[in-house]
T-cell receptor
Framework: GESVGLHLPTLSVQEGDNSIINCAYS??????FIWYKQESGKGPQFIID?????DKRQGQRVTVLLNKTVKHLSLQIAATQPGDSAVYFC????????????FGTGTRLLVSP | DAGVTQSPTHLIKTRGQQVTLRCSPK?????VSWYQQALGQGPQFIFQ???????QRGNFPDRFSGHQFPNYSSELNVNALLLGDSALYLC?????????????FGQGTRLTVV
């Protein structure tokens, strides 16, 4: 079926720690992946994306790793801050020639000071 | 530069009624996608509009319909509302340059059906 699953529903970390959020996807043909952050009452906010011809991509304090062999995606957040507290979604593109994103249920990241 | 804007922000409707939600895409974007997000779930793709046509549809009944205007703005219409239609409706805009293009989301419209 169309689903992108996440391993942990809630992740609690201390401020300053590094956070790792994991995601499993089911469609081996998916070729584009995005991580979104969603704060309460707001729409999803783009964090970082990665194409299937890449294994790793880095942004500001964030790194996305893609392992196509086991269909696994992870988001690493360095030096996690209280402002990083939100629900994080991975999304895979299931469209052919257009973008149709399939989201998982999300992981809630709680950062305590 | 305004991002994606949606209206209204909140809406309460009665079962059986019809509702229209509106979306203005980010400046420079020509493609609008609509998603439904139930509480505690990830967004689910409803459909996408480009060049005023529905390009692809997710697993939603015909009660869900849409429209795109020449200025790229879009409407989502839902007829014969059910309690299960209560959700956050999200609009995402992007440029029609293929699959690997960043989609920007609006704040959403919270629809409650009573």
């Amino acid at each position: 079926g169309e689903s992108v699953g996440l391993h942990l529903p809630t992740l609690s970390v201390q401020e300053g720690d590094n956070s790792i959020i994991n995601c499993a996807y089911s469609n081996s043909a998916s070729d584009y992946f995005i991580w979104y952050k969603q704060e309460s009452g707001k729409g999803p906010q783009f964090i970082i994306d990665i194409r299937s011809n890449m294994d790793k991509r880095q942004g500001q304090r964030v790194t996305v790793l893609l392992n196509k062999t086991v269909k696994h995606l992870s988001l690493q957040i360095a030096a996690t801050q209280p402002g990083d507290s939100a629900v994080y979604f991975c999304a895979e593109n299931r469209g052919t020639g257009f973008q149709k994103l399939v989201f998982g249920t999300g992981t809630r990241l709680l950062v305590s000071p | 530069d305004a991002g994606v804007t949606q209206s209204p922000t909140h809406l309460i409707k009665t079962r059986g009624q019809q509702v229209t939600l509106r979306c203005s895409p980010k400046s420079g974007h020509d493609t609008v996608s609509w998603y439904q997000q139930a509480l505690g779930q990830g967004p689910q793709f409803i459909f996408q509009y480009y060049e005023e046509e529905e390009r692809q549809r997710g697993n939603f009944p015909d009660r869900f319909s849409g429209h795109q205007f020449p200025n790229y703005s879009s409407e989502l219409n839902v007829n014969a509302l059910l309690l299960g239609d209560s959700a956050l409706y999200l609009c995402a805009s992007s440029s029609w340059t293929g699959i690997d293009t960043e989609a920007f989301f609006g704040q959403g419209t919270r629809l409650t059906v009573v």
